[in-house]
């Protein structure tokens, strides 16, 4: 059974950071590309960014120069440090796991996390 799940959300100050985590078990973790997404309140859920098995890396621009994507695959992890966070940043972050070609559309996402909500007060 495929698990994902995140942690590292919570409450911060506009300009602040947090680093989320997302623990998957269950799958052969190395071979799969991982994405974050964000689902605000009222809006669709949007690409944030992915990393694949070789470590690439994709942005959506709203993140880039902010956000850093990484894995450890001795860990089965994959991280999202958020840096300058913004109050539009507000959001119920979700890792997902695709173990096919990496893309930024959640329908090739194949698992998916129950999120963590991460807060930005201005």
């Known amino acids: 059974q495929v698990q994902l799940v995140e942690s590292g959300g919570g409450l911060v100050q506009a300009g602040g950071s947090l680093r989320l985590s997302c623990a998957a078990s269950?799958?052969?973790?190395?071979?799969?590309?991982m994405g974050w997404f964000r689902r605000a309140p009222g809006k669709e859920r949007e690409f944030v960014a992915y990393?694949?098995?070789?470590?690439?890396?994709d942005y959506a621009d709203f993140v880039k120069g902010r956000f850093t994507i990484s894995r450890d695959n001795a860990e089965n992890t994959v991280y999202l440090q958020m840096n300058s966070l913004k109050p539009e940043d507000t959001a119920v972050y979700s890792c997902a796991a695709d173990g096919g070609w990496a893309s930024r559309s959640p329908f090739r996402y194949d698992y998916w996390g129950q999120g963590t909500q991460v807060t930005v007060s201005s």
């Open positions: 269950g799958l052969t973790f190395s071979a799969y590309t």
């Open positions: 990393i694949t098995t070789r470590s690439g890396t």
